[in-house]
């Protein structure tokens, strides 16, 4: 321990602890901007700063020492904190009231609790065009306050590198190498740096005008769907806490925003469960492209794509739950219904900015018919609510519309890291034995750890699962895999830290939240919450599932499910 005063307040801490966690123990708020926590910590902006002796020093990676005695409020660190401030806003494009992220950005927060109110020292400024070529990340350099906080979360978290510092002095610039517009890129679409970006620099393709274009289209028949993440942040947006679940909510609100149909992605994702579930036994039994690796995620997907193409046959060909369910709404619910399937609009709300490329790709359509055609995030959802007017938070509860409203405690779950894999071993388990699983919740595959094993008795045979989330863990699974350390039968992989829980379309949480609570815990236990509170928590037990093989699919893996469920990439 080491001891040191702050404003005068003793304060003992752990060797390592830097001064702003010290003072944070304490109460002592210093602002930040640059710092991320266990993300980024470079003291590049020295908003942080304060007094130690003669010099001010960014406390955020001034490491406390014994005897040290620091000053956090003094004229002489308010006026530096301030022309720190003044300074970025110098140079960046301020059109506050018109920016995607009005009243939740942290250059704002910061100005105004510094009371800045006019600039000493405006001048040239740099100009950028925005690049708005992705189908997922917009980026607008003019409003970039070069923290760096994306890149550390592109090159550290996700081991992606699709983006870094350009440029000199005046000139420097966050950007793809040779200043190529991120479509162009590796960049996965994981919508992560836009989480990380403290104000409106990074932020989604917008897609909210085409759907509401859509609902108010009398040929058009729009028929909506929700992921499973969704439901435990949506709430957020109408300033409800971290981790409250919404679902009953969030489908009135969407009745209320004018879908004709309101279905739940949840109804996929147990679809999923009896594909991607009857394509593991195969495998297993002819022990071919094993571990089966999950391909539900966008950016996990793309990641192989770029990174890792030899494993791309590994890869289940399930299509993802939406789409799954995209398809199905346009062949068998609207044979069921009479529409032709061309005016039938499928959207699909998700936590995620990737979703918005999967949507688009040429794998995931039948019939020159995309089967998702437009993808919102949670966050564009919040948007058309507040347009539209409706008062979120006394709203009743209403429940999803029928063939595809209902899903199981095992589809809910996909939302958080582990999820899919314990939703399949709950099917796979009970499939195989034909014994009943007595206790469905396998902790093994739960939690924030980086990457998480489980073994599970399958009539003799050891079957051995593994779980990635974030890529840089993806990776180091996948290149245990490769130099033989470690061998698996099935492996899931959620590109975003968290799972789609903490996916790229979820609200933003700013680095104060951050720092305080771990919003992927939060939200998953939502998550746990939701699957406990349902009466069927087994997707090969889901009544609707059993329907719809009945009569349409035939089997899990049937010709029929082939040409309408399934998929395949290539290298
Ligand atoms: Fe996910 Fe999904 S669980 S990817 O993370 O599999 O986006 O929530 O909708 O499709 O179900 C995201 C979340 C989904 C899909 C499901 C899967
Ligand atoms: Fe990197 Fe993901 Fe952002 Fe692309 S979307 S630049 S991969 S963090
Ligand atoms: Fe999207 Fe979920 Fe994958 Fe993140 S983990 S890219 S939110 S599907």
């Known amino acids: 321990l080491v001891k040191l005063t702050i404003d005068g307040i003793e304060v003992e801490v752990p060797k390592g602890t830097t ?10 708020e210093i602002p930040t901007l640059c710092y991320l926590k266990e993300i980024n910590k470079v003291g590049a902006c020295r908003v942080c700063v304060v007094e130690v002796g003669p010099r001010l020093l960014a406390s955020c990676t001034l490491e406390a020492e014994n ?44 100005s105004k609790e510094l009371n800045i109110r006019d600039l000493r020292f405006e001048g040239e400024k740099t100009h950028e065009d925005i690049d708005s070529a992705s189908t997922s990340v917009v980026r607008d350099p003019e409003k970039c306050i070069l923290c760096g906080r994306c890149i550390a979360t592109c090159s550290e978290v996700q081991t992606v590198h699709a983006i870094g510092f350009a440029r000199r002095g005046f000139n420097t610039k966050v950007a793809p190498t040779f200043n190529r517009a991120l479509a162009n890129t590796v960049c996965v679409n994981c919508g992560q740096c836009i989480m990380a970006c403290p104000v ?26 929700t992921a499973p993440a969704v439901r435990v942040a949506l709430g957020e947006e109408f300033g409800m806490p971290i981790g409250t679940r919404v679902t009953g909510k969030m489908v009135a609100a969407l ?47 793309k990641f192989v794509e770029h990174y890792y193409p030899e494993m791309i046959d590994n890869l289940s060909t399930c299509k993802s739950p939406s789409e799954m369910e995209g398809a199905l ?71 999803f519309d029928n063939p595809f409203g209902e899903g199981t405690g095992a589809a809910v779950i996909f939302g958080a890291t582990g999820g899919v894999a314990e939703a399949a071993l709950r099917t ?21 750890t980086g990457i998480k ?48 829980v903490t996916g790229g379309g979820q609200p933003i949480v700013d680095a104060k939240t951050r720092e305080k609570m771990d919003v992927r815990v939060e939200r998953a236990k939502a998550i746990y919450e939701e699957d406990r509170h349902l009466p069927i928590r087994k997707s090969h037990k889901n009544p609707d599932i059993t329907r719809i ?18 998929t395949h990439y290539v290298k």
């Open 329 to 399: 709404i346009k062949s068998y619910f609207a044979a069921k219904m009479g529409i032709d399937p061309k005016n039938i609009v499928t959207v699909s709300i998700m936590p995620c900015v990737g979703k918005k490329f999967e949507g688009q790709r040429e794998e995931l359509s039948h019939e020159g018919m995309q089967d998702v055609d437009i993808v919102l995030t949670t966050r564009e959802l919040a948007q058309m609510i507040k347009e539209a007017g409706i008062d979120f938070k006394n709203l009743p509860d209403e429940q």
């Open 453 to 500: 094993e489980a073994v599970i008795d399958l009539n003799g045979r050891q079957v051995k699962a593994a779980i990635a989330h974030g890529l840089s863990n993806a990776r180091r699974l996948l290149d245990m895999i490769k130099s033989g350390e470690r061998q698996y039968d099935f492996i899931e992989v959620m590109a975003c830290p968290g799972g789609c």
């Open 19 to 28: 001064v702003l966690e010290a003072a944070r123990k304490i109460g002592v």
């Open 428 to 448: 796979v388990y009970e499939v195989i034995t034909g014994n009943d699983l007595d206790n469905v919740e396998i902790t093994a595959v739960r939690g924030v």
């Open 67 to 110: 005897g040290m005695h620091v000053k956090t409020n003094t004229q002489k660190v308010r006026e530096a904190r301030r022309a720190v401030v003044e300074l970025i806003l110098s140079n960046h494009k301020r059109e506050c009231t018109t920016c995607i992220r009005s009243e939740n950005c942290e250059l704002q927060s910061v």
């Open 200 to 225: 409106g620099a990074l932020y989604e393709k917008e897609n909210i005008k085409e759907v509401w274009r859509a609902i108010s289209n009398p040929e058009k028949f729009v028929v909506v769907q």
């Open 255 to 301: 009745r209320r925003v004018g879908f004709d149909k309101v279905f739940d992605t949840d109804f996929g994702a147990d679809l999923t469960i009896m594909e991607e579930g009857t394509e593991l036994i195969s495998r297993l039994n002819k022990g071919e492209n094993l571990p089966l690796m999950t391909s539900c995620c966008p950016g996990w997907v």
């Open 549 to 566: 093989y009945e009569e349409f699919l035939g089997q899990p893996n049937s010709h029929k499910s082939h040409e309408l469920l399934h």
